[in-house]
């Protein structure tokens, strides 16, 4: 048996416009998948995703056929499309294309909300179940094996920043291929999460449509790539102030790209009058998760009155990455 953990993220700036080759800042927080692999040899695979969600869930199957279990499909076919990718990535970096798994999700990462719920499940899938095979993957390697199944499981579009940010940790900087660690402060961040998800595949697709239909939409995205080079430039310098201003900028942008939600929208609103230093939806939109940066509790106060959020949370930056959990 081998166990590993990996975290999710949040996105300082840059999500969808990364998917065009902008650069982006996303950022591992402590809220980790943990994933447990055994190899069994009927060439099965089980997997346990008890804690995966609010409702959790447990399937069983073979690869002849759809699961059948009683939760929604697209829930379903999120999570064990993820797990599938990591588990043939598994097989092929081992040479052992028959192998099969009982695999166990533990999650604290909701999924689909803009948290990096699948990246953190696809690092720590891949390195959980190479390691049961007696295979040790670099870092590196993990992250590019994991970034394939995001693509796949993406239609073919995604950055490599959510897998990239998962397994190394703490706050890097993704521009194409180019991905590296960023030396950041912990800065003070608060989660709101409406509850929901969003699909990301639709999402990428639809401001992929409207970048190709009208000029200012192709615009907005280089304009997130602008705000990120300042950004950085604030990050560096450690200007929590500039960094906020250039978040709610962001969010701006985002909305224009038809990712946000009056959700989203209501919990941003509500951090920033509370005296946040600024606030965006974070990863692919649609309905999920919200960050602002505020040291004092107002956000999260004035978000626990907001109608339509659901939970909110301080979230500290994860400097470590994948992790070993079996000792
Ligand atoms: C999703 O977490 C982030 C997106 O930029 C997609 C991607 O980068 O693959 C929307």
């Known amino acids: 048996m081998a166990v590993s953990s990996a975290p999710g993220k949040v996105y300082l700036f840059g999500e969808h416009a990364v998917v065009y080759g902008e650069p982006a800042v996303p950022c591992a927080i402590e809220r980790r998948a943990t994933v447990e692999v055994s190899a069994r040899s009927d060439g099965r695979l089980r997997v346990d995703a ?20 009683d939760v929604p499909q697209s829930l379903v076919q999120a999570a064990t499309g993820y797990v599938d990718g990591a ?11 028959d192998v099969g798994f009982d695999v166990a999700i533990e999650s604290a990462i909701p999924l689909g909300a803009g948290l990096g719920s699948s990246a953190a499940v696809a ?87 409207l970048r190709e239909e009208y000029d200012f939409a192709a615009d907005t995205v280089e304009a997130i790539g602008d705000l990120v080079r300042r950004g950085e430039r604030a990050l560096d310098e450690g200007d929590i102030a500039e960094l906020g201003r250039l978040m709610d900028v962001n969010h701006g942008l985002l909305s224009a790209l038809g990712v946000s939600s009056r959700s989203l929208d209501a919990m941003v609103w509500a951090a920033r009058e509370a005296g946040a230093h600024g606030a965006k939806l974070t990863g692919a939109g649609g309905g999920g998760c919200i960050v602002a940066l505020d040291e004092s509790e107002a956000s999260r106060t004035a978000l626990g009155y ?15 990455g994948v992790r070993r959990e079996d000792g």
């Open 123 to 209: 690092v720590a899938g891949i390195d959980a179940a190479t390691r049961e095979l007696g295979i040790e993957l670099s870092t590196e390697e993990l992250a590019k094996r994991a970034y394939r199944v995001e693509r796949e499981v993406q239609s073919g579009e995604a950055s490599r920043a959510d897998t990239f940010c998962s397994a190394m940790g703490g706050a890097v900087r993704v521009e194409g291929d180019d991905c590296r660690r960023l030396d950041a402060p912990n800065l003070p961040f608060v989660i709101g999460y409406d509850g929901g998800a969003g699909d990301t595949g639709e999402l990428v697709a639809g401001v992929r449509a």
């Open 306 to 320: 907001t109608p339509g959020c659901v939970e909110s949370f301080r979230a500290e930056l994860d400097f470590e």
């Open 87 to 97: 588990v043939a990535q598994a097989r092929d970096a081992a040479d052992s294309p």
């Open 50 to 69: 008890g804690d995966l969600t609010l409702d959790g869930f447990t399937v069983e199957y073979g690869g002849d056929g759809a699961p059948d279990v």
